[in-house]
Every structure is written in C-alpha cells, then in structure tokens.
C-alpha cells in the first residue's frame, strides 16, 4: 500500500487550467493523447489545458516496444497491418484523422532520405492524406540510416522489429504534440506512478519520483502490470531460497527477463510454446551469438550453427506443440467471411448470451465451409459431390465437429481430405512410448505446418483454422461487458481464446523453420503434453514429465516460464492499484451465472461508456479511467494492434476514454469559473 505522509504538493487548490494525466505512454497513451487533442474542439469550456504523460520507460513507445531492444525481436503482427489513426471505419463520437500505416511511414521516411524512382511510385499509391500527416512532422534525425536494412527490405506482409514499431509510435508521440492546440501544454516524466489519492476533489498522483502530481482526471493505459506470485511459484521461491544453485526466470515479457543467466551450455526445462517461448529461443540462440544459414538440404529449408553457449532446452505446453506458423499470404491475411456468424444480429440476443450453444456452433460451421470451399478450389477430385452438396450438408447438419464430419464424409470420403477440427484442438491424442518417438511426431508435426504456411490462401487446413482465429474478434465484441456468461467464458469462449491464439497468433513461419533447425541439431527437445514441472527439494532440481511419453522425465537447475500472466487486480503486484483498492475505488469486474450469481474477473470493473472505474458500491468514480490490456477479461480484444479500416477496439476506447476525460477537465473549468464567480467581491459587481 502507498501511504502519502510527508509528501506535499505544490497545490491542492483547483488551479484556472484544468489538468489530465495519462499514465503510460505506450501505443494506448500515445492514441489518448492524440485523440485528446482531436476532440477538444468539442469542449469549448476548456480554455486551457495542462496534460502529464507518465511512463517509467520510455515516453511514445512504452515497455514492450521501447526502440532499444535488439532487432531480432519481431512484431507478431505484419507491417501493412498496424495503424495508430483513425479512418472512417472506426465507431466513435471524435472526429477521423487520418495518417499512414507502418508499412507506408517506412515507405514515406526511406523516400524522403533516400529518394529514388521506385520509392517514388511506391509513395505515390499512399493516400494523400497520409502522406499530409506524414510530412508534418519529420522522423529523428537518424533514424532512416539506423534501419535502412530493414526499411529497404519491407513489405505490408513482413514482421518489423519491434524496435521498428516503437520508432513508429515515437513519431506518431511527436506529431500528438505537434499538432496539439496552442490551449494545450503537455508535461512528461519519465517516472512510475505509484500512488493516488483523492484531496479536495483533486487527484494527487505520486510518482517514483517523489513528485507529486494533482490532476483533474487520469487515465492509467498501463500495458501488462506485474501480479503477485501464485501458490506455486511461492512454493518455488521457498526451494531456491534453500537451493541457491537452482534459477528459476519468471514469467515476463522475453526482454525484460533473466534470460541472460542462464549459463552456457546449461540444460533447461520450458513451460510454454506459444510466442513467448518462440521470443526466448531466439534470445537464447542467435542472441548468444549463433547463426541461422539457409540450407534447402534440410527439412527446414535452414540449418543452425551454434556458437556453443546456447542451452539445451527441454520444452512442453498444455498441448505440448508449438504454435502454428503464420501464413505466407504475399499479403495481409484474407478476411473470412463467417457467414453464419453474422447471420444474426447479435444486438437484439439477450445478455448474457450461451457461447457454448449460441456462438459455438455457428463459429464451426463458418470453419467447415473456409476449410471446404478452399479444399475444391485446389483439389475438386477430392470430392465425390457437388460443392453445393457439401455447402448444404453443413446448413443442415448440427454445428458440432464429428457430426459435421459424418454427414460430410459420403461427399468427401477420404478421411485425410476431410477437416478434423478435433485432431488440430488436440494434436496429442495418444500415448508415446519413449521421447524420441514423441520428438519426431512433433518435427513432423512442424514440418507439415510449415507446408501449409507456404500455400497461402490454397491451404484448407489453414482457411479453416483461420476461420477460427479470426472469429475471436467478433466473438470478443458480442461477448464484451458481460455479454457471455461465466459457464460460457469458463468454457467454449476460454477454448476459442486458446485454440484460436495457437492456430492464428502463431510465429513468422520463418520462426517455426529455425525452431525445426533447432531440433535437427540437438538444442531443442520436447518433453510432452501437460507436463507436471515440480521444484525438488531434496534434490535441488527442477523436475518435469508428461504423462503422454514415457521416459519423458528431466531435471535440471534451471526452469525458464516462456509466457506471462494474465491480469487479475485482486492478486496485483502494482502499488498504484494497491492504492486504489486501499481508498475502495476499484472492484473487479463480474459476469452472471445461468444461475444468477455474480462471478468476479480478473479486470476492473469500468463504465463502458467512459472506462471510469466502478466502485465497490455500485457508483461511478469520478476520475479515474482505466484503458487497454488490465481490461482483456472486461472487454477482450485489448492485446491486439489497431489494425486499418477494420473498426479496431483500441481506436475505439481511446476516443471514448479521451472524450471522457475531457469531459471531466471540462467539469472542473467549469467549477473553478463558477467558485471565482460566486467570490467576488460586491465592488466588483457594480
């Protein structure tokens, strides 16, 4: 808890400029602030404006995406597929501004430093608006030489670094600044907010600074935020505290973890293979100096040559594979049509809404007809009926995998052509009898994965899966705000989230061909599904096996969690939310049982109209906002990048938030006027 003794600030007094504070200065803080300044038009009662950014990293690109970091870690999203402007598409109440992608700011920046007659046509195609926006304010000095490699070599379909990204996010900070009206100062720290409290209607938000800050409104668009240990891993801090040769690198994001101890050469277990783990290889290989060489007499297409201080890693999961490899469209990804999913208009469905029985269904059924319509485009002898046949099968049959696939399989009859949505739910469906058995299932696994990824849009396999993954976004806005029950969300709408993360948030495929290249040269081995990893205390060793392989037992000292939390307020390690809960301003957020009882969340519970946190009590706060990723369980779809003409989430609470907190900045304008107005001495009044 943050205790306030001692600590006194300039002014507790409602000063004549009303002020906002944005905590955190990531993607999210850098949209705030610039839909802040887009909106304020519509609030002519604020005749000034002080607004305090605050991030303990770095100011317009936050943690995650900070422009230090080596190159080599990449954005799982593609370069044509990230925006931070708003465009027609976007709901909201605040005017468009329109500005360039990812993909067109490197086009636009290589250009205007190194100009030449293919950039010029290539510019050329940008819409003019963007290329407005661009031209108002210039990139770093530097920046174009710094990540000329990089930016000659982009595409809208390649993965940029994520240092590349926070270079983006930087500029577009800078022109939020730029562009700001001239009403408007803008502070930053470069600081932690630690502590609020609430005096004389004002905000006092202390930084790790000492500074102490009073504000009007605040909205804290934090990112991930550290959370207390869980039982295990308290059990795992009481053993290495008594085994001090044992490490243990905690769940974080890859960069900002221990990775760098782990010794040379050092075998180690890993839990997770989703992108955290695919984060950690590459810290762990070509981050200790090895090399990945194309060779197209491997199975990888690519072979690796280590540098000797690489770890042998002993790796599982739940599922005990890897994420599935992106797709190598040439472009962005297509956008499925999921035509029974958007049969109904889910305005008008009572809330809260049966996922299991209502989305479900019709989510499957929007797989089979991808999975199907592709499979005759490239393989019509596959079937022993009309398209049509199969498409009207699906319409009548029950919305359920093996019924699916029964009332299919007259029409499709070999059943290595068919889509078996249960065997890619659960790749791991029988018992190994040794490891090495199990290791070359998962290679082959891989290798047939990346066959498909190298097909494109002509991989039935992946339209279908994709069909899957994409329906997360729909599924996460029918489902916001309480929209699914707490059984739904304990079950199918979990299931989505996790099957659809694996099959369509998966790695570059160039990332799966190193971690098969990885495999063929000793450095990765997999233990199997849902392996049981226990700290031995007699032995001083971390100790993990899957019940799927026999023999799959390995100690060894060191224990890597490629993965990181999900948020949870009530188990928060964030002393800014400790002092929140202290002063009874924050409450999680609850869903509804199909028996009536409240269900408590891991988010806070916030207006959805304002983000405003929700007391306790029921009542509203009136100034604390809360933005993004601590509300992944309230709203969903927060960990995704805004992507264009696509009516993103992130856009979409950003301007309502903005606007919000305007509205409350107006508020106070308004209070400080009336207060001056009421205080007036008579020989003023004629």
């Given amino acids: 808890m943050t205790r306030f003794i001692g600590i006194h600030p300039i002014w507790t007094l409602r000063p004549a400029r009303p002020v906002i504070a944005l905590i955190g200065a990531g993607p999210r803080g850098v949209s705030l602030l610039e839909r802040i300044g887009a909106n304020l038009a519509d609030f002519p009662d604020i005749d000034h404006l002080d607004i305090h950014v605050i991030d303990d990293t770095q100011l317009g690109a936050g943690r995650i995406w900070r422009t230090d970091q080596t190159r080599q870690m990449c954005m799982n999203t593609l370069a044509g597929a990230v925006t931070l402007f708003t465009d027609d598409t976007v709901t909201m109440a605040g005017p468009v501004v329109p500005g360039p992608t990812l993909f067109e700011w490197c086009r636009l920046a290589l250009d205007a430093a190194h100009p030449s007659p293919p950039s010029a046509?290539?510019?050329?195609?940008?819409?003019?608006?963007?290329?407005?926006?661009?031209?108002?304010?210039?990139?770093?000095?530097?920046?174009?030489?710094?990540?000329?490699?990089?930016?000659?070599?982009?595409?809208?379909?390649?993965?940029?670094?994520?240092?590349?990204?926070?270079?983006?996010?930087?500029?577009?900070?800078e022109r939020a600044l730029h562009t700001m009206p001239a009403r408007v100062s803008v502070a930053t720290h470069l600081a932690r907010a630690v502590g609020i409290r609430e005096d004389g209607g004002r905000q006092l938000i202390e930084l790790s600074t000492g500074a102490v800050l009073a504000c009007d409104a605040v909205v804290a668009a934090t990112g991930w935020l550290p959370r207390d240990h869980t039982d295990e891993e308290h059990g795992f801090l009481a053993v290495l505290a008594r085994h001090p040769e044992m490490m243990w690198v905690r769940p974080d994001n890859p960069i900002d973890q221990a990775l760098g101890s782990v010794p040379d050469g050092a075998t180690a277990i890993v839990r997770g293979l989703g992108m955290g783990f695919f984060d950690a290889m590459t810290l762990l290989t070509i981050g200790r100096g090895g090399r990945f060489v194309d060779d197209s007499l491997t199975r990888a297409g690519v072979r690796y040559e280590p540098s000797g201080r690489e770890p042998k890693m002993y790796v599982t999961s739940h599922r005990g594979v890897p994420y599935r490899a992106k797709s190598l469209y040439g472009s962005l990804p297509p956008s499925p049509p999921q035509r029974y999913l958007r049969s109904v208009d889910w305005s008008t469905i009572p809330r809260p809404i049966d996922f299991d029985r209502q989305l479900w269904p019709l989510i499957v059924k929007d797989a089979f007809v991808d999975y199907y319509e592709t499979l005759h485009r490239v393989r019509p002898e596959a079937f022993a009926a009309p398209l049509t046949t199969v498409l009207a099968t699906i319409v009548t049959t029950e919305g359920v995998p093996s019924a699916l696939d029964a009332a299919i399989a007259p029409h499709v009859p070999d059943a290595a052509d068919r889509f078996d949505l249960p065997a890619a739910m659960s790749p791991v469906r029988e018992a190994f009898p040794n490891p090495e058995t199990f290791a070359a299932w998962v290679a082959d696994y891989i290798g047939d994965d990346l066959t498909e990824s190298a097909k494109g849009r002509d991989s039935a396999i992946k339209a279908g899966l994709w069909s899957i993954s994409a329906a997360r976004q729909l599924a996460n806005t029918i489902g916001t705000f309480g929209g699914f029950d707490a059984e739904s969300r304990a079950n199918g709408f979990r299931t989505l989230q996790a099957f659809?993360?694996?099959?369509?948030?998966?790695?570059?495929?160039?990332?799966?061909?190193?971690?098969?290249?990885?495999?063929?040269?000793?450095?990765?081995?997999?233990?199997?599904?849902?392996?049981?990893?226990?700290?031995?205390?007699?032995?001083?060793?971390?100790?993990?096996?899957?019940?799927?392989?026999?023999?799959?037992?390995?100690?060894?000292?060191?224990?890597?969690?490629?993965?990181?939390?999900?948020?949870?307020?009530?188990?928060?390690?964030?002393?800014?939310?400790?002092?929140?809960?202290?002063?009874?301003?924050?409450?999680?957020?609850?869903?509804?049982?199909?028996?009536g009882r409240r269900h408590p969340t891991g988010g806070y519970d916030v207006d959805p109209q304002?983000?405003?946190?929700?007391?306790?009590d029921g009542t509203r706060d009136a100034a604390f906002h809360?933005?993004?990723?601590?509300?992944?369980?309230?709203?969903?779809?927060?960990?995704?990048?805004?992507m264009p003409r696509t009516d993103p989430t992130m856009l979409r609470e950003t301007d309502r938030v903005a606007r919000s907190a305007l509205r409350v900045a107006a508020d106070a304008a308004t209070a400080v006027r009336t207060s001056r107005e009421s205080q007036v001495s008579p020989m003023f009044n004629g």
Avoid: K
């Fill in 121 to 173: 046509i290539q510019v050329t195609d940008i819409d003019p608006a963007h290329r407005a926006a661009f031209a108002s304010v210039a990139v770093r000095p530097g920046f174009v030489d710094d990540y000329r490699d990089e930016l000659e070599a982009i595409t809208v379909a390649t993965h940029p670094s994520r240092a590349l990204y926070g270079e983006y996010i930087r500029w577009c900070f």
């Fill in 626 to 642: 809360v933005a993004g990723i601590p509300l992944d369980e309230v709203m969903g779809n927060t960990i995704i990048s805004p």
């Fill in 500 to 595: 659809g993360g694996m099959v369509g948030s998966g790695p570059p495929a160039f990332r799966s061909r190193q971690l098969l290249a990885l495999v063929d040269a000793g450095l990765v081995r997999f233990i199997g599904p849902a392996a049981l990893v226990v700290a031995d205390d007699e032995l001083g060793l971390f100790h993990a096996e899957s019940p799927a392989v026999a023999g799959s037992a390995v100690t060894s000292p060191v224990l890597i969690d490629a993965w990181m939390h999900s948020h949870d307020i009530t188990a928060s390690a964030d002393t800014l939310t400790h002092s929140l809960a202290a002063a009874g301003r924050i409450r999680p957020f609850n869903v509804c049982g199909r028996d």
């Fill in 610 to 616: 304002t983000g405003l946190l929700v007391h306790p």
